[in-house]
């Protein structure tokens, strides 16, 4: 049974820096052709990918918060994390880690935690 | 904005046929993945590839694509099929490596 469970602060103030985890069980982060993603989705409005991580070490990151983010993966402990820096109240939403697949040349998310909502505020 | 454009609202009768599509360049690359998102839910895998559904998905849920634009199918549309869809691709812009969402549809089963 495949499950990824976000885990990180409810609350941050403006210019702090996030630190969320997602603890994977039920696949390996070593399995070929999968990773994790971490996509946030704001009050109210769509989905936003953010970032992944691919069993290779390979990662992305979405190019206009490429500066701001940082995603990395300890196989050992089956999580991978992700943090941003200068926070900004325009970056509270909820935030899904997503197992991704990759098949045939195409991603697809095929299993999404609960996410968690992240409220920045001083 | 979203990189992939979609319908902001769709309604559908009980019963009936409703297409929802999702448009932009990545889609002459790569094929769409759609999800199912309910009020305070994560999102859901609903189809993903050429036209394949995941396990436990009905099949009144489908799946095609011409040129720029894909979409979503259901056919004979059921009160629990009301929620929001999205659609996402590869991007074919810059870093293949990225992903882009379709901005939501909110679909309404009258």
């Known amino acids: 049974q495949v499950t990824l469970k976000e885990s990180g602060p409810v609350l941050v103030k403006p210019t702090e820096t996030l630190t969320l985890t997602c603890t994977v069980s039920g696949f390996s982060l070593t399995n070929a052709r999968m990773g994790v993603s971490w996509i946030r989705q704001p009050p109210g409005k769509a989905l936003e990918w953010l970032a992944h991580i691919f069993s290779n070490d390979e990662k992305s990151y979405r190019t206009s918060l490429k500066s701001r983010l940082t995603i990395s993966k300890d196989t050992s402990k089956s999580q991978v994390v992700l943090t941003m820096t200068n926070m900004d109240p325009v970056d509270t939403a909820t935030y899904y880690c997503?197992?991704?697949?990759?098949?045939?040349?195409?991603?697809?998310?095929?299993?999404w935690g609960q996410g968690t909502l992240v409220t920045v505020s001083s | 904005s979203s990189e992939l454009s979609q319908d902001p609202a769709v309604s559908v009768a009980l019963g009936q046929t409703v297409r929802i599509t999702c448009q932009g360049d990545s889609l002459r690359s790569y094929y769409a993945s759609w999800y199912q998102q309910k009020p305070g839910q994560a999102p859901v895998l609903v189809i993903y590839?050429?036209?394949n559904r995941p396990s436990g998905i009905p099949d009144r849920f489908s799946g095609s694509s011409s040129g720029n634009t894909a979409s979503l199918t259901i056919t004979g549309a059921q009160a629990e099929d009301e929620a929001d869809y999205y659609c996402n691709s590869r991007d074919s812009s810059g870093n293949h490596l990225n992903v882009v969402f379709g901005g939501g549809t909110k679909l309404t089963v009258l």
């Open positions: 997503a197992r991704i697949l990759t098949d045939y040349g195409d991603y697809y998310f095929d299993y």
């Open positions: 590839g050429k036209n």
